[in-house]
């Protein structure tokens, strides 16, 4: 699948999306916007258009207000976006970006402890 690139608002949206599970349009400005105005709704619609066109998202037209549910999980948007960025960074390399993550960040230890775990599933000790 081609992922196209987002903007930060249709980004902002499919957090939304992902977050609440088939949320309505209106639902997704409440969630997006401080106070919600009919130009806002616009706004939230024209965003919910541009994520169904480009294929992150699809709506379900059996209500009235129709809901709208994500065709790409958080997982499949991160694994696609961090290899994008090794690519054109670090020549295809997925280390240097995790190195410099690990490093620039504060890690809590519980998610030292699932970072400590997930490598130890993907690579047990020989």
Not at 15 to 44: F, G, H, L
Not at 73 to 94: M, P, S, T, V
């Amino acid at each position: 699948m081609t992922f196209e690139p987002l903007t930060e608002g249709e980004l902002s949206i499919l957090e939304v999306i992902w977050n609440q599970q088939k949320p309505t349009c209106r639902d997704i400005a409440d969630a997006t916007y401080v106070r919600v105005t009919d130009s806002k709704m616009a706004s939230a619609q024209k965003l919910l258009e541009r994520l169904e066109d480009k294929g992150y998202i699809a709506r379900d037209r059996r209500e009235r207000a129709h809901r709208f549910y994500a065709i790409v999980d958080r997982e499949q948007f991160l694994h696609h976006r961090l290899c994008d960025l090794a690519d054109r960074l670090c020549n295809g390399a997925i280390a240097p970006l995790m190195t410099t993550l690990v490093r620039s960040k504060n890690f809590s230890k519980q998610h030292r402890d699932q970072l400590r775990q997930l490598i130890d599933e993907r690579w047990p000790a020989e």
